[in-house]
């Protein structure tokens, strides 16, 4: 049965920028983890922080046992990948199905997995099930946009410079480890903090070389714009 044609209700689970970029028409967001996975900025992104000439770098969830398998520079990884699940209006879940798949595309395919609320949550706002069942976005090893492990120092120079329809990679990034840091006090992911310090280094030192002693930059002056006025900027393609 689709989901669409089921009464049973419709979670989403966002581990990149679904989470501060939330859904159209959710009434619930939870925050929380799911567990199996690891999180890395291995997918390439042509369309939305980068372009097909110069992809920039984004999320997906790499599955733990396949990763176990392969050598990364950032050999550690948290067992919980942590994230928020929307639960939508029923009324809206086709067309906010329809609206993920436009704003998903770009190598990132359908699973589902179960989502632990973190502790604390208001028993009240949650289902009768838990873990509770949610759909995720994937950028499987198999999609074309799939990079895989990179040296850490490239990867970053690959976001320094990117930039695409929904803005300067360096906001994701940097957007991506604010948005986990506000989720819970266990929620730090190495990876993402790890390359975030190599990013504030890289625009300190491009600072230092180009503009001299000034306190803030271009890529860090945006980020502060856009995220201050507006969370929606990579729902902008959709609409
Ligand atoms: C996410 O935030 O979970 C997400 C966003 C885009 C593609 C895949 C996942």
Same mark, same amino acid.
């Given at each position: ?6 009464? %049973? ?13 939330? !859904? ?45 398998? $392969? ?7 948290? %067992? ?36 632990? !609320? ?30 895989? !492990?990179?040296?850490?120092?490239? $990867? ?16 994701? $990034? ?8 506000? $989720?819970?006090? %266990? ?53």
């Amino acid at each position: 049965m689709s989901l669409e044609a089921s009464s %049973e209700q419709f979670w989403l689970f966002g581990y990149g920028s679904l989470i501060w970029k939330p !859904p159209p028409h959710f009434d619930r967001r939870i925050p929380g983890f799911v567990t199996g996975y690891v999180r890395r900025f291995w997918q390439a992104s042509q369309d939305h922080r980068g372009t097909p000439e110069a992809p920039g770098r984004v999320v997906t969830l790499i599955e733990r046992s396949y990763w176990e398998q $392969l050598t990364d520079h950032h050999d550690s990884a948290p %067992e919980r990948v942590w994230g928020v699940a929307y639960r939508i209006i029923p009324e809206h879940v086709a067309e906010v199905k329809d609206y993920l798949d436009i704003r998903e595309i770009n190598g990132y395919t359908i699973h589902y997995t179960p989502f632990h !609320p973190a502790p604390g949550v208001d028993p009240a706002t949650l289902p009768s099930q838990v873990p509770i069942r949610t759909l995720v976005y994937i950028g499987t090893p198999e999609n074309d946009q799939f990079v895989g !492990p990179e040296n850490p120092q490239q $990867l970053v120079d690959v976001i320094f410079r990117s930039h695409g329809p929904s803005g300067p990679n360096p906001d994701y $990034l940097f957007g991506l480890e604010k948005a986990l840091d506000d $989720l819970s006090p %266990e929620s730090g992911d190495e990876h993402v903090t790890d390359l975030s310090n190599r990013l504030r280094e890289m625009i300190s030192a491009q600072q230092q070389e180009h503009l001299g002693p000034v306190t803030d930059s271009p890529q860090q002056h945006h980020f502060r714009r856009a995220g201050s006025v507006d969370g929606q900027e990579e729902t902008e393609k959709a609409s």
